[in-house]
Nanobody, 115 residues
Framework: QVQLVESGGGLVQAGGSLRLSCAAS????????MGWYRQAPGKQRDLVAS???????NYKDSVKGRFTISRDNAKNTVYLQMNSLKPEDTAVYYC?????????WGQGTQVTVSS
């Protein structure tokens, strides 16, 4: 069972940057897709970005050009670099891993963007 631990959330002013990290408990070479969802209060959880084992990325339209997802296989870690943050990016961000159809989730990290 894959365990995921997120870090890097916090409070930032609009226009600022944050980098989220998601460390996996085992080698991510066996994980097909990893990525990030987010959930704002009263809203559904939405996919923000994902990256395949081959490095193919996918982004939510509203974050394209501002967010970058990457993975470091040697460190078993996935990152989400978030630039030009907006108040509407405020949410709890969850890391996930899709390992052969099984989904694993991190505990979530709060990102708050003040205007």
């Amino acid at each position: 069972q894959v365990q995921l631990v997120e870090s890097g959330g916090g409070l930032v002013q609009a226009g600022g940057s944050l980098r989220l990290s998601c460390a996996a408990s085992e080698s991510i070479f066996s994980i097909n897709v990893m990525g990030w969802y987010r959930q704002a209060p009263g809203k559904q959880r939405d996919l923000v970005a994902s990256i395949t084992i081959g490095g193919v990325t996918n982004y939510k339209d509203s974050v394209k050009g501002r967010f970058t997802i990457s993975r470091d296989n040697a460190k078993n870690t996935v990152y989400l670099q978030m630039n030009s943050l907006k108040p509407e990016d405020t949410a709890v961000y969850y890391c996930y891993a899709d390992q052969r159809g099984f989904l694993y989730w991190g505990q979530g990290t709060q990102v708050t963007v003040s205007s």
